[in-house]
């Protein structure tokens, strides 16, 4: 419902510690409706704290919080993790999407 908030879990596997020692990995929030761009978060760095020492794994929760005046109707989500140090290669990008609904109370 609008207004409504929600959390997604993000886990980034193999994770190269010296480029998150250096703020080298970002994610991104990118929302669609009807199949166009409806908005988009501003990249933020992901810190050192957040590393899992043993296996190189980041796992974030982010919350996402709907404006009161979004549109009903069928959206997606995209977040983006980008390692900047190797953004130009396939292996320094990833994507994953969820697919939800807005409904009226």
């Known amino acids: 419902m609008p207004g ?3 959390y997604t879990l993000v886990t980034v596997y193999n994770a190269d510690a010296q ?12 929302l ?3 199949g166009k761009e409806y ?17 190189n794994s980041i796992s974030l929760m982010r919350r996402f919080t709907l ?3 979004t549109p009903l109707g069928d959206y997606v989500l995209q977040l983006l993790v980008t390692d900047k ?10 994507t994953q999407t969820l697919i939800f609904t807005v409904v009226a109370k």
């Open 32 to 34: 669609y409706k009807d």
């Open 67 to 69: 404006s009161l005046d």
């Open 39 to 55: 908005q988009r978060g501003t990249p933020v760095p992901i810190i050192s704290e957040h590393l899992e020492s043993l296996d």
């Open 4 to 6: 409504d908030s929600f």
């Open 19 to 30: 480029a998150v020692s250096r703020s080298e990995i970002e994610v991104q929030s990118v």
């Open 85 to 94: 140090s190797k953004s130009k290669r396939p292996e320094g990008n990833a």
